[in-house]
């Protein structure tokens, strides 16, 4: 540092500020337009500097956002904590919100009406902030349980961020990676809390259980498995044998895990109509195993949008539409 130039020490860049707390400089011109969340000191007059007094209400500001509290309120509250002496003509801090239905400049995601920590998840994924992202999936999970919390909080939060991505030109891209990876981890985490004396897929094969895994797979071509992981950590919850295999399952792979281990129901997952296969549905439904006279064939659930059709082209498949309706119908398959 430049002995010579003291007034530098004294606080520091909009664009320092804004890597340090992980926020754009422009969320930070907003802020301080909007909010008076602005920097104290300037510099000769020209460039406006950041105190530590000053970054200490952002933190909390950003703290506050990321547990879902609005924008206004979350200002108020930091500068109240802060004990900031900032004025701020009440028309400001009473201008209303934008519609969070309505994507905006600031990065704004199209939640419409959804949870607090839903806002505050979303909130947390366009900062790309990892550890905001992370601990609200966490409390999701344990004020409201993984199915609220998958359907409630993580979905439209995943949602919102897709369609920010695909009505943006291929920014946000890195908000869907991070909230994407959060959410697997967190769930695969989940799964692995489970009980333990879940029956090995060899037992369930044998007969020395009573009955056979669940097996879960993306059909050819669908590369969307986080509802299959998310049905997966459910299942291992309730104490379900559970084989998962993820994104797009090539159908030699799907016969080889079905002859082998004797399912109680296949799950076939598709997002898009175009990836849906009811001949290969109809395929798995019709492999048996067992010997003559006895043989045995897995249920088929047909699961995911892309599935959707006025009729079901194979007698018997079943078609769930939700996860805690997923759930409970293959806790039933299981133990029928």
């Given at each position: 540092?430049?002995?010579?130039?003291?007034?530098?020490?004294?606080?520091?860049t909009?664009?320092?500020?804004?890597?340090?707390i992980?926020?754009?400089?422009?969320?930070?011109?907003?802020?301080?337009?909007?909010?008076?969340?602005?920097?104290?000191?300037?510099?000769?007059g020209?460039?406006?500097?950041?105190?530590?007094?000053?970054?200490a209400?952002?933190?909390?500001?950003?703290?506050?956002?990321s547990?879902?509290?609005?924008?206004?309120?979350a200002?108020?509250?930091?500068?109240?904590?802060?004990?900031?002496?900032?004025?701020?003509?009440?028309?400001?801090?009473?201008?209303?919100?934008?519609?969070?239905?309505?994507?905006?400049?600031?990065?704004?995601l199209p939640?419409?009406?959804?949870?607090?920590?839903?806002?505050?998840?979303?909130?947390?994924?366009?900062?790309?902030?990892?550890?905001?992202?992370q601990a609200g999936?966490?409390?999701?999970?344990?004020?409201?349980?993984?199915?609220?919390?998958?359907?409630?909080?993580?979905?439209?939060?995943?949602?919102?961020?897709?369609?920010?991505?695909?009505?943006?030109?291929d920014?946000?891209?890195?908000?869907?990676?991070?909230l994407?990876?959060?959410?697997?981890?967190?769930?695969?985490?989940?799964?692995?809390?489970?009980?333990?004396?879940?029956?090995?897929?060899v037992?369930?094969?044998?007969?020395?259980?009573?009955?056979?895994?669940?097996?879960?797979?993306?059909?050819?071509?669908?590369?969307?498995?986080?509802?299959?992981?998310?049905?997966?950590a459910?299942?291992a919850?309730r104490?379900?044998?559970?084989?998962m295999?993820?994104?797009?399952?090539?159908?030699?792979?799907?016969?080889?895990?079905?002859?082998?281990?004797?399912?109680?129901?296949?799950?076939?997952?598709?997002?898009?109509s175009?990836?849906?296969?009811?001949?290969?549905?109809?395929?798995?439904?019709?492999?048996?195993?067992?010997v003559?006279?006895?043989?045995?064939?897995?249920?088929?659930?047909?699961?995911g949008?892309?599935?959707?059709?006025?009729?079901?082209?194979?007698?018997g498949?079943?078609?769930?539409?939700?996860?805690?309706n997923?759930l409970?119908?293959?806790?039933?398959?299981?133990?029928?």
């Amino acid at each position: 540092m430049d002995a010579s130039r003291p007034e530098h020490t004294a606080g520091q860049t909009t664009g320092a500020v804004a890597r340090r707390i992980g926020v754009s400089p422009t969320t930070l011109r907003s802020w301080d337009r909007r909010y008076g969340l602005g920097p104290s000191l300037r510099e000769q007059g020209r460039h406006r500097r950041w105190t530590p007094g000053d970054i200490a209400v952002l933190e909390e500001m950003c703290r506050l956002t990321s547990a879902g509290v609005p924008p206004a309120e979350a200002a108020k509250a930091a500068l109240g904590a802060a004990g900031s002496s900032t004025s701020v003509g009440a028309e400001t801090m009473q201008e209303p919100e934008k519609a969070p239905a309505q994507p905006t400049g600031g990065g704004g995601l199209p939640l419409g009406d959804v949870r607090q920590e839903c806002r505050g998840l979303a909130r947390a994924a366009v900062r790309l902030d990892a550890a905001a992202v992370q601990a609200g999936l966490a409390t999701a999970i344990g004020e409201y349980g993984l199915v609220s919390a998958w359907e409630e909080v993580m979905m439209p939060a995943l949602r919102a961020v897709g369609l920010k991505w695909s009505n943006s030109g291929d920014r946000y891209v890195e908000v869907e990676h991070l909230l994407s990876w959060h959410v697997s981890a967190t769930l695969r985490a989940a799964a692995a809390a489970a009980p333990g004396d879940v029956p090995d897929t060899v037992s369930a094969r044998d007969g020395r259980s009573g009955r056979g895994p669940v097996v879960l797979a993306c059909v050819p071509g669908e590369l969307h498995a986080l509802p299959l992981e998310a049905l997966a950590a459910g299942l291992a919850r309730r104490g379900l044998p559970v084989l998962m295999f993820g994104a797009a399952v090539p159908v030699p792979a799907l016969e080889e895990a079905v002859r082998r281990t004797g399912p109680s129901a296949v799950v076939l997952w598709a997002q898009t109509s175009s990836a849906a296969d009811w001949p290969l549905a109809r395929h798995v439904g019709a492999m048996g195993w067992g010997v003559r006279g006895a043989r045995r064939h897995p249920a088929v659930v047909a699961a995911g949008p892309g599935w959707a059709s006025p009729h079901l082209p194979l007698p018997g498949a079943h078609r769930p539409r939700s996860l805690h309706n997923a759930l409970s119908l293959l806790e039933n398959l299981a133990s029928a």
